[in-house]
């Protein structure tokens, strides 16, 4: 007779994986590691995650749902769809920074595993589609001019995560290594352009 699970120690090894990326990238944490310091043996930590690469999609799921939370928060008190989108990008930056190796895992590391149905596909993008909705807001109130808003999403997503990385390995000029925020604020001024700075 089988072992019933124990959620408990699921999460555990769920939390210890994410303090692990906390401090390292995916690639330099093993399960030998992860088992050890939950005081179990690694086979035991494969009777609840089939592989590394199956416990990290575990963690890249719950991380989009922190970032989805994060970013409808930003954008509550926002009354026109040019701050929302602002507000939107700012706190995408913020959670980015904060969580490098969570965004890395997000945003280059694994591709979904899962095949992507309707479900999948709505957690998966939660948040791109919600900047989505508020590109075509914008488009709609004539405070954007009009634009492709999958393709521009995809690339302010792609700008803002370039600009975190580069700022973290201080890639950015000397000048720019205290503060992301200049960074940050001109792409979002490029980003919506002399129309969105007349809102």
Known sequence: MSKPPNPELARRILDIALEELSAKAPEEINMRDIAERACVSPTAI????????????????DAMDE????LRA??????GPNERLAAFMRAYAAWCLE???LAKLLLEDLPPKEPLNDETMGRYYASFFRARDIVEE??????????DPLLDVSIAQAAIWGIVSQ???????????DSIDPLIERFIQIYLGDEGEKQ
Do not use: N, Q
């Open 46 to 61: 494969y009777y609840y995650f089939a592989s590394k690469d199956a416990l990290f999609e575990r963690i890249k799921f």
């Open 67 to 70: 970032l989805d939370s994060r």
């Open 74 to 79: 930003s954008t509550r008190s926002e009354a």
């Open 99 to 101: 969580r490098p190796h």
């Open 138 to 147: 914008a488009i709609a109130a004539g405070s954007l001019g009009g634009r």
């Open 167 to 177: 700022f973290r390995s201080k890639r950015v000029h000397p000048r720019f290594w």
